[in-house]
């Protein structure tokens, strides 16, 4: 990894700015995806730098585009600068999604920052079983690229009022007729296991749209032991809910649930990672090391 400076949790820690924010254990609490704990330590000694990193980005971002527009003697609206967040299933990209979410609208509350997954640009599971791509799911070929290209196109091109599709992990398929809106944000985090991929053919990936972006990484098998225990929580949740795509499994032997579970990362989640996702990460801007307990142990910064 010659192209990226590395830091260790003490080293990345000591580059943290001054104007440090304040989150209680309660906002984090919120931030959380199922249960889990966040350490505040964490903000304070990874996200406190890496939010102060970021404003340095969009603010460069900023200063170039006001120069080149003053240049060519245009007028035109800000675009909004785009972070995109990738890694495994379950490798925690929504959590640092969020986190980083709170911390930037904290730390700069007037800026306008939006936050959605790439999970809704997935086919649904009707038009994937026509496609025969249901154990594809979360593969290249599983998600409407060409929809997300354009979507990005759009935000970058200024336009009032995007929508997109919504995917519910619980139903386990897009929400029929919800969708989320994209507003002229000031900065778009853009989170999901695609968004470092190449396209198959010459048309726009998402990655040629971001201003920066970040790869979560760990070792194969504590990924695996999160997406268990996420498995478990949110069957637990759901035991209640009849409509809901983990009630049958929750209410029935729960050695079939866990070994439907543990048969998915093999056959498909871990199949994808090591395929279409981990290739991804020396494309990334900055990576994100975890070890045990979704603790960060080494961050690296692409130089080149
Ligand atoms: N920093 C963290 N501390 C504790 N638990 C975490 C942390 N990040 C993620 N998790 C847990 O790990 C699991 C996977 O995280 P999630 O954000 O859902 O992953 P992804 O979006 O990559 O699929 C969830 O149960 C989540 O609560
Ligand atoms: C929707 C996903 C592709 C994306 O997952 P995420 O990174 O949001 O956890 C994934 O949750 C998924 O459905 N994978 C297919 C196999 C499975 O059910 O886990």
Request: aromatic share 10%; net charge neutral; charged share 25%.
């Amino acid at each position: 990894m010659k192209n990226y400076l590395s830091f260790n949790r003490n080293e990345w820690a000591a580059l943290a700015p001054a104007n440090r924010v304040q989150v209680s254990k309660e906002e984090l609490a919120k931030v959380k995806s199922l249960g889990d704990v966040i350490d505040l330590t964490d903000v304070h000694e990874i996200y406190t730098t890496l939010v102060g990193y970021l404003h340095l980005m969009f603010e460069n971002k900023r200063h170039a585009q006001a120069d080149s527009m003053r240049f060519l003697h245009k007028t035109t609206k800000t675009a909004p600068f785009i972070i995109g967040i990738s890694g495994s299933v379950a490798v925690g990209k929504s959590t640092t999604a969020r986190l980083l979410q709170l911390l930037l609208s904290r730390t700069y509350p007037d800026l306008k920052i939006h936050l959605m997954t790439t999970d809704g640009f997935l086919y649904n599971n009707a038009e994937l079983a026509q496609r025969n791509l249901m154990p594809r799911k979360g593969f290249p070929e599983s998600y409407n690229m060409q929809l997300l290209s354009d979507f990005l196109s759009d935000v970058l091109a200024g336009k009032e009022d995007i929508v997109y599709p919504l995917y519910s992990q619980e139903l386990s398929d897009i929400v029929p007729g919800k969708y989320g809106h994209v507003k002229r944000p000031d900065i778009l985090i853009m989170e999901g296991i695609n968004t470092l991929q190449l396209p198959e053919s010459g048309q726009m990936v998402t990655s040629d749209f971001f201003d920066f972006s970040i790869y979560i990484d760990a070792k194969e098998d504590l990924i695996e032991s999160w997406y268990m225990q996420r498995f478990t929580k949110i069957m637990e949740m759901n035991k209640n809910k009849p409509d809901n795509f983990y009630y049958e499994l929750a209410n029935g032997p729960r050695t079939a649930a866990l070994q439907l579970a543990e048969e998915t990362w093999q056959m498909v989640n871990l199949v994808n990672l090591r395929e279409y996702i981990a290739p991804t990460k020396t494309r990334a801007s900055l990576i994100l090391h975890k070890t045990t307990g979704h603790v960060i142990d080494r961050i690296l910064l692409r130089r080149f």
